[in-house]
């Protein structure tokens, strides 16, 4: 069993930053990838940032040079820090473990995120 708990999310003006986290419990593998997907209202939900346990990272084109995601291995625990937010950020922003030698998806809670403009 695997469990993500996400946190971090808020009200946030334009312009301004958050930081997300999340940690992941259970029987996690040594080879994975953690990101962050996020899901507004009215759509699907969409990657906004990757991270495999390597190290190799992947983001979404909207938040390329804005967004950054690290990972500390030891903890499981995977990071978003978000700057020069934008009303078009606002979501549920989900954790997710992908772990690929087991063909699985976990999913965290979710956590809200409102940029104000």
């Known amino acids: 069993q695997v469990q993500l708990v996400g946190s971090g999310g808020g009200l946030v003006q334009a312009g301004g930053s958050l930081r997300l986290s999340c940690v992941a419990s259970?029987?996690?593998?040594?080879?994975?990838?953690m990101g962050w997907y996020r899901q507004a209202p009215g759509k699907q939900r969409e990657l906004v940032a990757a991270?495999?346990?390597?190290?190799?990272?992947n983001y979404a084109d909207s938040v390329k040079g804005r967004f950054t995601i690290s990972r500390n291995n030891a903890l499981n625990t995977v990071y978003l820090q978000m700057r020069s937010l934008k009303p078009e950020d606002t979501a549920v922003y989900y954790c997710?473990?992908?772990?690929?030698?087991?063909?699985?998806?976990?999913w965290g809670q979710g956590t809200q995120v409102t940029v104000s403009s």
């Open positions: 997710n473990l992908h772990q690929a030698a087991w063909g699985k998806d976990y």
């Open positions: 259970g029987s996690i593998l040594s080879i994975n990838a």
């Open positions: 991270v495999t346990s390597a190290g190799r990272t």
